[in-house]
C-alpha cells in the first residue's frame, strides 16, 4: 500500500541529518572484512549502513529496501545461503551495506549472525562472491564523562568515546529528553557501556548499563535492569524511564514551526491554525510512532498529503502528515508498537518542502504535542526494590567515583538481574 522509499533516497537522507554525527560513526575495519586488499580503496568511498533485523523481517526484506531487483537479490540470498542459515534470522542479528561512492547500487552486503561469525557477498565483475568467517565475541566496558561545550558527539569524543554513544544516549532518555531542542552548554554527563569486540577487534557499541545526565538544572539517571528480553531503564527510584508517548516521533531532526491557534499558512497566504508540530527533516528520513496503538489510516488525505493516523489508549490518536510514502505492510487495522518506523518523511499535499506535521488529538481535540504529559509503564515491584536499590548505588559508584566495580556473582534464583563487569575490563578509553 503507498509508497516505499529505495535504498538510495535513505542513504542521501541519512548524510544530510541535522543530528551532528561524523562520518566515522560507520567503522572502517567493516569495509576491510568485504574485500582483500585490492579492494578497499574502491570501498572506503562507499557509504557503509549498519542496522539490526526488526521482528519478522527476512533478508529479502532488506534486498528489496536496498533498491535491489528480484533476480539480483535471488543470487545474493543463494550465495549468503551457502554460508549461513537464513531461516533462523534473529532480531539479535545485524546486517550492513556497502553502497558504491555515488549511491546508486549495492557494492556488497554482509550478515553478522550472533554468537557465530559473518556471511558476506561482494560485486564482482562475474557476479556475486560470498564468504564465511566465525568469530570470537567479547564484551568490554567502559566508562566516560564530559560537559557539553557544543555538540553531543564532540564531548563524546573529549572524553574518548565513540560517536554511536551519542545516539544510545538518546535512545535510553528518549522519553524524558528531547535531544533535538533540550540539550544546553554546561550539561554534564557519566555513563558505562559496552562495547562488542569480534576477533578481539572493535565491532560494534553494545549496551549501555547505566547514564547519568544533568540537564536545565535537572538530574536524569538510567540503570539498566531486568533479565533477557525483559529488561529495560529504570530511574533512581526504581520508575521506568519508558512512557506512553515518545517524544519525538524522529530520533534526530529539528522543529520549524510549533502548534498554534493562529499562524500564517506559506501556500494558502492565510491565518489559521496549526494543530501540530512540524519537524524538518530530507526526504526519507524514518517516522516512528510515538506509542503502541493501531493504525486508523494510511492514505492521501487532502492538504496534509500521504497520512498516518494511529489509534492509542485513553482516546489518543496521533496524525503523520505529509509522508513522502509508507514503511511496509502499513495499513487500516495494523497493530504497531511505539518506535516502529511506520512511514517517511516527503513534502506531500501543502507543503513547501520534506517535513513531518506530527499531530495529537484526546477524545477528538487537537492538543499540543510538546505539552502531552506521559504515563509511564509499571514500576519495579515492591518485592524487588532491595535488589535494584543495591545494583543502582553499586552502578552509582561507578559512574561517579574511580573505585573499581566489583563483580557480583548473579542470583540463580534471583527474578531480575544486572550485568556485572568483570574486575580490569573497566576502561576510561
Known amino acids: 500500500m503507498g509508497l516505499l ?34 579492494d578497499r580503496v574502491a570501498l572506503g568511498r562507499g557509504i557503509p549502513l549498519e542496522f539490526q533485523f526488526a521482528p519478522g523481517q527476512t533478508v529479502s526484506d532488506v534486498l528489496t529496501e536496498l533498491s535491489l531487483g528480484e533476480g539480483e537479490a535471488r543470487l545474493v540470498i543463494d550465495e549468503l545461503a551457502k554460508h549461513a542459515n537464513l531461516r533462523r534470522i534473529r532480531t539479535c542479528d545485524r546486517y550492513a551495506a556497502v553502497f558504491d561512492e555515488n549511491s546508486t547500487r549495492l557494492h556488497s552486503f554482509e550478515l553478522t549472525v550472533d554468537g557465530q561469525g559473518r556471511a558476506a557477498v561482494v560485486r564482482r565483475d562475474e557476479g556475486w562472491q560470498g564468504s564465511w568467517s566465525p568469530f570470537v565475541r567479547e564484551v568490554t ?50 555513563i558505562l557501556y559496552e562495547s562488542i569486540l569480534l576477533d578481539g577487534a572493535y565491532h560494534s557499541l553494545g549496551e549501555v548499563i547505566a547514564l547519568s545526565y544533568e540537564n536545565q538544572g535537572r538530574k ?33 531532526s529539528r522543529i520549524t514551526s510549533s502548534f498554534s491557534g493562529r499562524r500564517f499558512h506559506p501556500i494558502l497566504k492565510s491565518y489559521r491554525p496549526h494543530y501540530g508540530v512540524d519537524y524538518g527533516a530530507p526526504t526519507g ?21 500521504r497520512t498516518i493516523k494511529v489509534r492509542h489508549p485513553n482516546g489518543y490518536v496521533t496524525a503523520y502528515l505529509h509522508l513522502s510514502g509508507y514503511a511496509k505492510s502499513i495499513r487500516a487495522g495494523r497493530r504497531v508498537q511505539q518506535g516502529d518506523v511506520i512511514g517517511y518523511v516527503g513534502s506531500s499535499g501543502l507543503a513547501t518542502g520534506p517535513h513531518l506535521d506530527y499531530r495529537v488529538q484526546l477524545n477528538d481535540r487537537w492538543i499540543d504535542p510538546l505539552s502531552l504529559k506521559s504515563v509511564p509503564d509499571d514500576p519495579v515491584r515492591p518485592e524487588d526494590m532491595p535488589l535494584f536499590v543495591a545494583e543502582r548505588d553499586r552502578l552509582r559508584r561507578t559512574l561517579w567515583d574511580t573505585r573499581p566495580f566489583e563483580q557480583v556473582a548473579p542470583d540463580p534464583d534471583a527474578r531480575f538481574t544486572l550485568a556485572a563487569v568483570a574486575p580490569g575490563a573497566l576502561s576510561g578509553r
Open 5 to 38: 522509499i529505495r535504498g538510495t533516497e535513505a542513504v542521501s537522507a541519512l548524510a544530510a541529518s541535522p543530528y551532528p554525527v561524523s562520518a566515522s560513526r560507520f567503522y572502517d575495519p567493516l569495509l576491510a572484512r568485504l574485500a582483500p586488499d585490492a
Open 141 to 190: 566496558v567502559h566508562r566516560l564523562s564530559g560537559q557539553l561545550e557544543g555538540s553531543l558527539e564532540a564531548a563524546i569524543r573529549r572524553a574518548g568515546g565513540e560517536s554511536a554513544v551519542a545516539y544510545a544516549m538518546a535512545d535510553v532518555l528518549q522519553w524524558d529528553l528531547d535531544f533535538t531542542r533540550d540539550l544546553r552548554k554546561g550539561d554534564r554527563f557519566e
Open 220 to 252: 536524569l539517571e538510567a540503570y539498566r535492569y531486568g533479565d533477557g528480553d525483559r529488561h529495560g531503564y529504570y530511574d533512581a527510584e526504581g520508575r521506568p524511564l519508558r512512557k506512553m508517548f515518545l517524544r519525538s516521533p524522529m530520533k534526530y
Open 285 to 305: 528520513t524514518p517516522v516512528r510512532v510515538t506509542a503502541n496503538g493501531v493504525v486508523v489510516s494510511a492514505g492521501w488525505s487532502g492538504g496534509g498529503g
